[in-house]
């Protein structure tokens, strides 16, 4: 029989029932005696065909053409063999699955590309025996695969379980025709039923594969209903997720439609749109409000673009926000200062004692502003001082003297310099930095603004917000401040900068150079009693509820409170002890107990518990190598006794009790003092070189620095080398230079009360700290004998005694090399 020769005209004339007829009309292979089939064998790339299922192939290899067209002319079926690996172009015999499927193939067709095609259709499944021929097209013998036409009970389970899953599939996934489920309701063979199936469904090529491979019809239904599991699953959530954009998009386009609807019904109304009405609104607000030149120019342009957009456009709530900022900012409206010199300093008594510096400071601002009311230069003042000296308060008692609005900002522990400035508009939620936040929280042009804690700023990797600060503080700058956020010039020039620090050494020079800073010492003790009468008593009394009670507390029984019970610069302390003492008189007048309406001194261990602060007390007799130095805390000044010991050894010199640097170094410069003055001070030489000097400072788990104990480690070596007492009533503070020469020293106010309140008697000073003692109460100056001094000589004469009272420590003989002695 010979070829057909079809033309591509009459290709494509055929219908698809036509060709499927013919199909059905090619016969199956008959076996022969051996129960084989012989028959040409057409090799398929990632595809797999199942018995009974009709597909389109397309023909690209010559060999497959070849086979093709034999198996035609003799009207009989083909073998088709599944490559292991598709990228083979001339598959051997180990290239093909062991299983196979007989096929009948329909004419071929020329595509309009030129390549080639044909319906199959696959009859039953065969097992391949043995390949008969390799070229010019491969030939093979199989064993025909025979599956059961029956069902027993387990089977007919499994049917009924895939064709529910193979139902559910066909109602999520829209791509199976639903006549797919009546057909497969109509199959009556488990084997046919899995291949069926298997077919409709848009399984992987790995897993077509695997039901290939199964002869089993049930093994073959168990591992489709898994996949049918896993396939539905995937289904419903593919149909959720479709569900739910489904929803929003219905929900915009219903959204749309009812906004367009109303637009339409207020233009009929002649109300107008509700979105426009508010852009109008708003460009009437700016146009209104009494903003600097640039501001309203980009404020209105802000508003132009919010016409031109969507009413439902993302970026519509960005630029409304960045619009309200510009008009709730205080660009211009000052409150005027109350400029009543005699008000501010009655205002600032009222509220704080001491301070004097602090207070006369803002004095001066105000008289110079009384006598020149346009000055815009205000004064950006830094107060520094231990914790609860009364920086943060002090801040507030100036704005209430002023009459301005008071605003603080803590700055501690700030990282960030868009805490500062802000964040760009570009990043989602921006928003002002700290500056422009709280200039809109004040509503004025020209508040007193508080920035609390300003040393302790930090920087990392996110910007240093110290260097941030230099535009804010220097007055050349300010008027014109940048927030990243705002992008327009702001005028911080009205605004009375006021900063806290508890200390100067971690704020950057360049802005420490842009304040004027004002130290607030530590409260000495008699100003303690002051501000606790005037303003922590009566706090306590009215917070406790007592009022009533006439509670005092004795001016001895505040001493005590203050000595043996707090341990600070401040008063918090202080307020919370009297607070505790008035706590205990209101439980025992609620308890219907007697309660004193007098607090002594001998009543507060009772009220407050044992002592919890012992502070240093003066030595109780003369004694040498023992001298007594006066140091200066951030708590106040202390009375710190320096004590020598002389050892043999080989002349070294050891410092204990957590000596710093420059107080080692002031150690050093003493001794090559003492050296150079040897002779005069009745010093062998030979005690340099056979004895150790060991320098201690009592409470070694305090960190001590600083220069001013050089003539008193200076006075406490002399005495231990010469036997000389150093007087227990004497105190002494400087810096001693290799010459003995006597230099000024700092915190000398605190340190003299120290040694008032130790009960010493006599007090040595640099000659240059005399102009320190101008605010020094005038008890401690009436007890105290306070002896200026220039030179080491002069210390030395008035601390230690004139004559030894023990044997001066004195090298030992050392014998000859004949044995005499020297």
């Not at 018995?51 to 073998?79: D, H, N």
């Not at 301005?404 to 310099?417: A, C, I, Q, T």
């Not at 007048?589 to 002594?600: R, V």
């Not at 004694?623 to 050892?647: C, R």
Request: aromatic residues 6%; glycine residues 6%.
């Amino acid at each position: 029989m010979s070829q057909p020769n079809w033309t591509e005209e009459d290709n494509f004339d055929l219908t698809l029932s036509q060709r499927t007829e013919e199909l059905y009309r090619i016969p199956n292979m008959e076996p022969k005696a051996d129960g084989l089939i012989e028959a040409v064998v057409l090799p398929l790339r990632d595809m797999v065909i199942f018995p009974r299922m009709v597909s389109p192939i397309f023909i690209g290899r010559e060999a497959s053409l070849l086979a093709l067209e034999e198996a035609q002319v003799k009207e009989q079926t083909v073998i088709g063999l599944t490559q292991r690996d598709p990228d083979v172009d001339d598959p051997g015999v180990e290239d093909f699955l062991p299983i196979g499927v007989e096929m009948a193939v329909g004419r071929l067709l020329t595509m309009p590309d030129g390549s080639r095609s044909a319906l199959v259709q696959g009859r039953r499944r065969v097992e391949i025996v043995e390949f008969t021929r390799l070229k010019p097209y491969i030939k093979a013998r199989a064993r025909i695969v025979h599956e059961p036409t029956t069902a027993d009970r387990q089977t007919q389970a499994l049917m009924r379980s895939v064709l529910n899953l193979f139902e559910r599939c066909i109602q999520l996934d829209r791509s199976i025709p639903e006549e797919s489920h009546v057909f497969a309701l109509n199959i009556s063979e488990p084997g046919w039923l899995a291949d069926m199936v298997a077919t409709s469904l848009a399984l992987t090529y790995e897993a077509k594969l695997r039901l290939l491979l199964l002869l089993d019809p049930k093994a073959r239904l168990s591992q489709l209903n898994n996949l049918l599991a896993q396939e539905v699953d995937v289904l419903e959530l593919e149909d959720e997720i479709h569900a739910r954009v489904q929803n929003e998009v219905d929900k915009s386009q219903r959204e749309f439609y009812l906004r367009e609807q109303m637009k339409q019904i207020q233009n009929e109304l002649g109300e107008g749109d509700i979105f426009t009405r508010d852009a109008l609104d708003l460009k009437k607000k700016v146009e209104a409000a009494a903003l600097p030149e640039e501001a309203k120019r980009v404020a209105l342009k802000e508003v132009e673009r919010l016409n031109q957009m969507p009413p439902m456009a993302p970026e519509v709530g960005i630029i409304r926000t960045y619009i309200d900022w510009i008009l709730e900012l205080p660009w211009n409206n000052p409150t005027p200062d109350n400029l009543d010199v005699r008000h501010a300093a009655k205002i600032l008594e009222r509220d704080h004692f001491g301070l004097k510096k602090a207070k006369e400071r803002i004095l001066e601002y105000i008289a110079v502003r009384s006598l020149k009311p346009k000055k815009e230069r205000q004064p950006i003042l830094c107060f520094v001082g231990p914790p609860g000296v009364g920086k943060t308060s002090l801040g507030r008692s100036i704005a209430d003297a002023l009459g301005r609005k008071f605003v603080r900002v803590s700055l501690g522990g700030v990282r960030d310099e868009a805490e500062i400035r802000g964040h760009r508009r570009t990043y989602i939620g921006a928003l002002p930095g700290r500056i422009i936040q709280t200039m809109k929280r004040a509503g004025t042009s020209n508040p007193l603004f508080m920035l609390d804690e300003i040393d302790k700023l930090y920087s990392d990797f996110r910007g240093d917000p110290a260097s941030a600060m230099l535009e804010v503080l220097d007055p050349e700058q300010n008027h014109s401040f940048s927030d990243h956020y705002l992008e327009l010039p702001f005028d911080l020039s009205k605004v009375m900068f006021v900063t806290t620090a508890n200390s100067l050494g971690t704020i950057p020079p360049p802005l420490l150079d842009r304040m004027e800073v004002i130290e607030f010492p530590g409260y000495i003790e008699e100003e303690k009693i002051e501000i606790a009468n005037r303003y922590l008593i009566p706090r306590q009394i009215e917070e406790n509820g007592i009022e009533e009670l006439g509670l005092t507390l004795e001016p001895a029984a505040l001493q005590r409170i203050i000595r043996e019970y707090t341990y600070e610069a401040g008063v918090r302390s202080l307020e919370r002890e009297i607070g505790r003492v008035c706590r205990k008189v209101a439980r025992l007048k609620a308890e219907g107990k007697k309660y004193p309406t007098s607090i002594s001194p001998d009543m507060i261990e009772k009220l407050l518990g044992p002592q919890q602060v012992f502070p240093p007390e003066a030595e109780r007799q003369d004694e040498v190598g023992v001298a007594t130095s006066l140091a200066w805390t951030e708590t106040g000044g202390e009375i710190m006794p320096v004590e020598v010991a002389i050892i043999e050894g080989k002349g070294g010199l050891q410092m204990t009790g957590q000596m710093g640097e420059v107080m080692q170094e002031s150690a050093q410069a003493a001794m090559t003092y003492i050296k150079s003055r040897a002779a005069a001070l009745k010093i062998e030489m030979d005690v340099f070189e056979r004895f150790d000097i060991h320098i201690h400072m009592p409470e070694g788990g305090i960190p001590k620095d600083g220069p001013s104990a050089g003539i008193t480690m200076a006075t406490a070596i002399i005495s231990a080398l010469t036997g000389r007492p150093a007087f227990k009533h004497v105190g002494m503070t400087g810096e001693i230079t290799l010459r003995g020469r006597v230099l000024p020293i700092g915190g000398v106010r605190e340190k003299v009360l120290a040694a008032h309140r130790a009960g010493l008697k006599t007090v040595i000073l640099p000659e240059k700290n005399l102009k320190d003692l101008v605010d020094l109460p005038r008890t401690a100056k009436s007890e105290l004998k306070i002896v200026p001094v220039k030179h080491m000589d002069e210390v030395l004469d008035i601390a230690l005694g004139k004559q030894p009272i023990i044997e001066p420590p004195r090298p030992k003989k050392q014998p000859k090399d004949d044995g005499q002695e020297e």
